[in-house]
């Protein structure tokens, strides 16, 4: 299988790759910790090598395995870690993110994400993550979990505009932020970070999907990836902690679904005729 991975653009203009590795609940369970790290650097082989991570995953734990998972190969990555809200005051941040790169083993993180909104006003987490950036700590930063009036609100604080992403849940399920929000992030040229493509394995028992799996000779799971993965301007991070399953959803990347699949997906998984609140997990 090729390493060469298809790309979106960040609103400077950095590209970084459209596919990528989640890490939720990694870390966590020490018999799984080898075939963790083993799926993770298959993936980085195969050119999955954004991975996102934060500092709320085992309390630290994800973070600490990623730092052993990236020895030698840190400089290949796009590494996104995240902040906890009660952290993200202009000090908070700074504390945090330190930590962070101490149990990421690097000298810096290539985009740093407000978790979801929490108290602390936006406009001193931008100045905290502008700090960081000028520091040479992080490269960008952006936000997770924030629907349109978030969106809307982090632009009019002094800085707010140079949010590289927002990564939020968008996957064949929770087709919400397809009425508003996916249009509105495009139109300021900033892609959109799909999590849980593949809804956190909790896609329904039996659906259309099945069907297109089946006559494809594919999995459900490869059918929602390339679902999600069909629109120029979202990019996902799928997590696996085997090494079959970064595979197959590598091999996702390849799998172009014709009209009439869209349309049975469409019949089933019905797109947002209203605006629909963001969902979270
Ligand atoms: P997900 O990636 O949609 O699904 C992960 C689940 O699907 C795991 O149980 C995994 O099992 C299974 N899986 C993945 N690929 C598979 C395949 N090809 N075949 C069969 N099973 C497969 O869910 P997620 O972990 O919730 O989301 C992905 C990442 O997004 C997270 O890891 C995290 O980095 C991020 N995230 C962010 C937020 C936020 O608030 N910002 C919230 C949730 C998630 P195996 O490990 O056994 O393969």
């Keep these: ?10 609103p400077d203009g950095e590209r970084i790759p459209k596919l990528g590795q989640g890490t939720w609940e990694m870390g966590e369970q020490p018999s ?26 085992g309390e630290g734990a994800t973070e600490s395995l990623l730092g052993e998972a990236l020895s030698g190969v840190r400089d290949d990555v796009f590494l996104v870690s995240k902040v906890y809200p009660h952290n993200a005051s202009r000090r908070g941040v700074q ?44 490269r960008h930063w952006g936000v997770s ?11 009019s604080v002094p800085g707010g505009e140079a949010c590289a992403t927002n990564q939020v849940l968008y996957n064949v399920a929770r087709r919400g932020p397809e009425f508003d929000l996916l249009p ?24 259309p999907l099945d069907d297109i799996a089946s006559v494809r000779g594919v999995s459900v799971f490869q059918v929602a990836l390339a679902w999600v993965l069909r629109r120029p301007e979202v990019f996902a991070i799928p997590k696996s902690g085997r090494i079959e399953h970064v595979r197959d959803n590598r091999r996702a990347m390849d799998l172009q ?11 089933y998984f019905r797109p947002p005729r209203s605006k629909r609140p963001l969902e979270m997990l």
């Design 257 to 267: 679904l014709t009209a009439d699949e869209h349309a049975a997906i469409d019949a």
């Design 184 to 207: 509105w992030l495009a139109e300021r040229s900033m892609p959109t970070m799909s999590y849980s493509p593949v809804d956190h394995a909790r896609l329904p028992k039996r659906s």
């Design 95 to 138: 504390a945090a993110c330190e930590q962070s790169l101490k149990r990421l083993k690097t000298d810096r993180v290539d985009l740093y994400l407000l978790h979801w909104r929490g108290s602390v006003p936006l406009a001193e987490t931008v100045e905290g993550f502008e700090a960081l950036r000028r520091a040479g700590k992080i």
């Design 32 to 57: 799984r910790r080898a075939a963790e790290i083993a799926a993770l650097r298959e993936g980085i082989d195969l050119g999955m090598t954004l991975i996102d991570t934060a500092e709320m995953y």
């Design 145 to 155: 979990n924030f629907d349109t009036d978030d969106m809307e609100e982090l632009f």
């Design 1 to 10: 299988m090729s390493n060469e991975i298809a790309s979106v653009s960040l």
